[in-house]
C-alpha cells in the first residue's frame, strides 16, 4: 500500500476526555491493535461544534428520521448547532482520504445503529446519531461500525478487511488507471469478491468485460460502487467453502491421494464448523506454494490484512 491506512475514530475512544462527563471510553484493542496498523483521525461531534467539557447530557427525541437532540435536565434543543457543525465536517473529512470509521455506540451524536429516541417519554433503539448520520449520507462506500460491534469476530473480520479493500482501490485509483490494470486489480480481487457475493462478482465480471466500450470516468465510479457494495456482504461459510474448493481445483490433479483428501477433510471440517478458516487457508497456502499456483499467489482473498491480527483464527 502506498498511503498510510487512515480512519476516523470518535475521539472519546482513543481515550480523550471528551465526554460529556469529562471522562473517555479508551478502547484498547483499537489503539494498542488497530493502532499497529492504522493512522487515527479523532473526531468528537460534541466538543467539536462548540459545547463545553463537562457538559449537560442529552439525548435524541422525535422522528428517528429526523430526531431533535435534546439536553436532558434544561431541554435546550442543540439541533442546529449540531447539524451546522455537521455539514461543514463532512465536508472536511472529504479530504482526509478516510479508509474507514469507528463510531462510540449509543451516542446521540455518534451512535451508528440502535440509537435511542425519545417520543412521548418512550425509548426506542431506532435511531443514528446526528454525525454518524451525516456520515453516512456523505460517504455510503465507506466502511464504518460501532466500538462495541467489533466484539463480534466476523463484524470484525469484514470491518477490517473493507478497510483494507478500500486503501488497495485508492491506491490503484491514484496511480494512473486504465482498463487493463483495472482488469489486473479485478483479476486479483476475484476470490475474495466470490466469498462476499456471487451475485456481484458476476455483475463485476460483466462489468469488467465490457470495460473498453466505457469512459473510465464512468467506469471507475461504477466499480468502486460495486466492489465495496459487494465487500459490505459477509462471507458466510457456506461462501467461504465454494471458494476454498474453487482453490484447490487449480492443483486437484496435482495432488497425491493423501493429499487430496486431508485437503477435503480439513475444509470439510471448516464447513461443519469445527475448525476456523484459518485452517484450510494455511494449508491451501502451502500447496500453492508447493505447486507454484501464479494466479493464486496474487489473489487478495489469501491475506485481506495482516495476518498478526489473526481475524480468521475466529471465523
Known amino acids: 500500500m502506498t498511503q498510510p491506512v487512515k480512519i476516523g475514530v470518535s475521539a472519546c475512544l482513543l481515550g ?10 479508551h478502547d484498547r484493542y483499537i489503539t494498542d491493535t488497530l493502532g499497529e496498523y492504522f493512522t487515527f483521525l479523532p473526531v468528537c461531534p460534541e466538543a467539536e461544534c462548540g459545547l463545553p467539557i463537562p457538559r449537560e447530557a442529552m439525548r435524541l427525541e422525535g422522528d428517528p428520521l429526523a430526531p431533535r437532540l435534546m439536553t436532558r435536565q434544561t431541554r435546550v434543543d442543540k439541533t442546529e448547532q449540531m447539524l451546522t457543525y455537521c455539514s461543514a465536517k463532512v465536508s472536511e473529512l472529504a479530504n482526509e482520504e478516510l479508509c474507514g470509521f469507528i463510531f462510540k455506540k449509543d451516542s446521540p ?3 451508528l445503529f440502535r440509537v435511542k429516541v425519545y417520543n412521548n417519554g418512550q425509548a426506542r433503539k431506532v435511531g443514528s446519531g446526528l454525525f454518524a448520520s451525516a456520515m453516512a449520507r456523505r460517504f455510503v462506500l465507506l466502511p464504518m461500525e460501532e466500538e462495541g460491534r467489533l466484539n463480534d469476530p466476523a463484524i470484525r473480520e ?11 482501490w485508492k491506491d490503484f485509483v491514484a496511480l494512473h488507471p486504465t ?15 466470490m466469498a462476499h457475493s456471487p451475485q456481484i462478482y458476476r455483475e463485476m465480471g460483466a462489468l469488467v468485460a465490457h470495460a473498453s466500450e466505457l469512459e473510465l470516468r464512468d467506469l471507475l465510479p461504477r466499480y468502486e460502487e460495486l466492489f465495496m457494495r459487494g465487500l459490505a456482504l459477509h462471507a458466510t461459510v457456506k461462501k467461504n467453502t465454494n471458494v476454498l474448493q474453487h482453490i484447490m481445483g487449480y492443483f486437484k490433479q496435482q495432488l497425491s491421494s493423501g493429499e487430496k483428501a486431508e485437503l477435503l477433510e ?22 500453492i506454494g508447493k505447486y507454484d499456483q501464479q494466479y493464486l499467489k496474487r489473489q487478495a482473498y489469501l491475506s485481506p490484512h ?6 480468521r483464527n475466529h471465523v
Open 109 to 111: 451524536s455518534s451512535g
Open 179 to 193: 482498463v487493463g490494470r483495472l482488469v489486473e486489480f479485478h483479476t486479483d480481487n476475484k476470490l475474495l469478491l
Open 306 to 311: 495482516p495476518s498478526q491480527l489473526m481475524l
Open 266 to 287: 480439513v475444509i470439510g471440517q471448516y464447513h461443519d464448523h469445527l475448525l476456523p478458516l484459518i485452517v484450510p487457508l494455511t494449508l491451501l497456502r502451502h500447496y
Open 158 to 168: 469484514n470491518f477490517i478487511e473493507r478497510v483494507f479493500s478500500y486503501r488497495r
Open 16 to 25: 480523550e476526555h471528551v465526554r460529556y462527563d469529562g471522562g473517555h471510553k
